[in-house]
Every structure is written in C-alpha cells, then in structure tokens.
C-alpha cells in the first residue's frame, strides 16, 4: 500500500496532534467522554506516540510504565482512513522497541478487539485471569 511507504512513527507529538488523538480516544468505546485535561495529564506522564504520513496523524498509542519492571499499552487508535494499512502494528512495534521501553520486561493490555494483531507480538490472554483486579472510582 502507497501509504505504508510514506508512513512514520514519532513520540515527539504536538499539542495539535494530541488533540487529534483525543477527539479518537474520547469517542471510543474505552474512554467514551474523556475530558481533555485528564486525556492530556495521561499523555503527560506517558510515552506517547504518533503515526504519520506526512504531517497529519493517522494513528496513536500510548504506554504507562515504571521504566523498569511493567509497561501497560493503551489507548492505540488508528484514523477509520488508514486501517488496514499497517498503521496498529507499526504503533505497537514502536512501543515495544522504543528506547526508553525495549529492557521493560513485562507489559500488559486490556482490549476486547483485535486480540490477533497483538498476539503477533506475544501478548496472550491471562491463564488465570483470578490474578488480575480492578477499582473502578
């Protein structure tokens, strides 16, 4: 696809661009009506980083971390013009081989949809998911 070819990654995103990726996040099914300051407090102390072609994102993700020991993947969105082109893996690859994130040995993720493209990098679904709690405030 043309676009693959002129795509690329960046986790230096402008306030413009998290705006972009927060008009996605805020209508997704995960963090419908996320305000923007508490949208922009998370990007804030997380690695954030963009998919482009050109100037103008076309995908997003972002990852919550100790930077030492757990990794949390999230948010990772990809506009409705660029699916199917690459776009999510090339984001959760850049994740995974980011700089600051490449040592971190254990990540996680919550998602009920595309559990096959994160499988390609290893994820698996819990054993026992009896292990695994959530508070909801």
């Avoid at 990726?21 to 009506?33: H, L, M, N, Q, V």
């Avoid at 919550?64 to 082109?85: F, Q």
Wanted: net charge negative.
């Amino acid at each position: 696809m043309a676009m693959e070819q002129r795509l690329h990654f960046s986790d230096a995103l402008s306030e413009d661009d998290l705006r972009q990726a927060w008009t996605w996040i805020a209508g997704s099914y995960w963090a419908k009506d996320l305000d923007w300051e508490r949208f922009r407090r998370a990007a804030e102390h997380s690695v954030v980083i963009g998919a482009f072609v050109g100037d103008r994102l076309v995908g997003f993700a972002r990852v919550m971390t100790d930077y030492s020991r757990s990794a949390r993947l999230s948010d990772v969105y990809v506009a409705e013009t660029a699916r199917g082109g690459g776009v999510a893996a090339g984001l959760v690859a850049c994740a995974l081989d980011h700089p600051k994130l490449r040592d971190v040995p254990s990540w996680t993720l919550a998602t009920r949809d595309a559990h096959g493209l994160y499988e390609r990098f290893g994820f698996r679904t819990l054993d026992d998911p009896s292990y695994t709690m959530q508070l909801n405030r």
